[in-house]
């Protein structure tokens, strides 16, 4: 993508409204637009951030063996008041009634229409074990929408439902999203942390929190350093295995959210050197509720005995969109954001320091054509700006490479390459540039 061409609006001051370095950054860099009060449009640059997480998410939701399918925003009450949430859930149900008087809602989460699309199709044990997911838009009218996309009220969100016979079968599941979990956020160059938690309104009784360190974030961890060490794609992880040890073994080590916090039992299971208490963003929570929609939605299924029996459901979430805020705050400095490789809106910032010089242009088209034909994606800066203002927009945006084209180092053969992770610079020939940045 030529930069002269893309819809990047960036902004040099900082935006008065955003209290958190990742709300800054998203609107600095022309990621976001905010629409109304905590709802966002994702401008070009964003919108590829947040297809690249939602891919991630996608790929380790399948490898688990979940199903995706794609259910609707708007949803009837009528579901809402046989489970008995239409009431509870309060305040935060966006309402709506449409032409014929019927009530209607946009959808804060996904359990009573799911387990309706489950119940009319499945009637037996053999059928099961099931995990379905979708990746939708959810409406939580938050009283205060704060943070940018981190807490909006419409948000994108992962969230998956597995249903089983037994409890047994439940926990299964549940271990799998588990594993999972840890697998999709470390893919993502993050350190997420697994805490036990309360259910909230989604209810049920086991239930974790998946808690990635940032000193913004809302929740406070308390944990054995030993969870920041594990190496979670080193691991073997099959799925069909009994991952109940693994999970044992993690879970072993004290790992707490405020609310669960106990200061004696920390001191006394964690000794000194090992106490980390940091803060931290949600990005993830699971939960097991046994039968809590099965029996009032009576999703019933044959046991082997011949028995009508309800299925035993766990759900959980991501927060995709989030997630997006969270990198940020988890990576940057003070001259922009820090994409993690797996998540950059583009691999490579390409910047042509004099744009006028025929020499410079010529160097940086067939650079350009070599990487994009090599399939890296490149932002190519061709604009007719200072130097200045290109490195400050590049380092903004944060893309993990930068290639710097100027006539000085050309007339020597040379290019400068420089990591935006720590702002290694070096001079290289073009092709030991270029054999850098390849696969
Ligand atoms: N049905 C369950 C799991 S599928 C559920 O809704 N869980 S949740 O309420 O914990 O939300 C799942 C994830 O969505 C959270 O961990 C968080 O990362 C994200 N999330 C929740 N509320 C918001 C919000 N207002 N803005 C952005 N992300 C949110």
Redesign the pocket.
């Known amino acids: 993508m030529r930069l002269s061409a893309y819809f990047m609006p960036t902004i040099k001051e900082t935006p008065s409204e955003a209290q958190i370095v990742s709300h800054r950054l998203m609107l600095r860099s022309g990621m976001i637009r905010q629409a109304s009060a905590g709802i966002y449009s994702w401008l070009p640059l964003g919108f590829r951030v947040l297809k690249n997480i939602e891919q991630i998410v996608r790929e380790e939701q399948d490898r688990s063996g979940a199903q995706e399918v794609l259910m609707p925003t708007i949803q009837s009450a009528d579901l809402w008041r046989q489970s008995g949430r239409y009431d509870a859930y309060g305040p935060e149900m966006l309402r709506i009634e449409d032409r014929h008087g019927r009530d209607m809602l946009y959808g ?4 009573e229409l799911i387990t309706d699309i489950f119940k009319t199709s499945v009637k037996s044990y053999r059928d099961v074990p099931k995990m379905l997911y979708h990746i939708q838009w959810k409406f ?1 009218d ?1 009283v205060r ?1 704060r943070f940018g ?5 419409e ?1 994108l ?1 992962k ?3 597995s249903f089983d016979i037994d409890y047994e079968g439940a926990k299964r599941a549940y271990n799998k999203m588990f594993v999972a979990y840890l697998r999709t956020f470390a893919r993502m160059g993050l350190k997420a942390i697994p805490m036990e938690a309360d259910t ?1 309104p ?1 209810g049920g009784n086991l239930s974790h ?1 998946f808690i990635i360190l940032a000193d913004t974030g809302e929740s406070a961890v308390y944990c054995h350093g030993d969870f920041l060490d594990f190496d979670v794609l080193g691991q073997d992880m099959d799925y069909e295995q009994d991952l109940e040890p693994v999970i044992a073994e993690w879970t072993a080590l004290y790992a707490r959210t405020d609310e669960k916090h106990d200061p004696a039992v920390f001191e006394k299971e964690v000794p000194e050197c090992n106490r980390v208490e940091r803060r931290g963003i ?6 097991y509720f046994g039968t809590k929609y099965s029996e009032p939605l009576g999703a019933l299924v044959a046991n082997p005995a011949g028995e009508q029996v309800p299925v035993h459901m766990g ?5 995709v ?2 997630l997006a805020g969270a990198i940020i705050e988890a990576s940057h400095d003070d001259n922009g954001i820090i994409w993690p490789e797996a998540v950059a809106p583009f691999h490579v910032g390409l910047i042509n320091l004099k744009a006028a010089d025929p020499a410079c242009a010529k160097a940086c088209e067939d650079i350009y054509a070599t990487l994009r034909g090599a399939g890296i994606e490149v932002l190519y800066d061709d604009r007719d700006e200072r130097a200045g203002t290109k490195f400050a927009d590049m380092d903004l945006i944060g893309l993990p490479w930068q290639l710097i084209v100027g006539p000085r180092g050309l007339e020597k053969g040379q290019v400068e390459l420089k990591r935006r992770q720590g702002g290694a610079r070096e001079e290289l020939s073009l092709d030991s540039a270029l054999s850098k940045l390849m696969p």
């Open positions: 804060p989460t996904n359990e939580r938050e929408p996309i981190m807490r909006g009220r948000f969100m969230d998956n439902y909230g989604i929190e949600e990005v993830g929570h699971i939960f759900s959980y979430g991501i927060g969109s989030r």
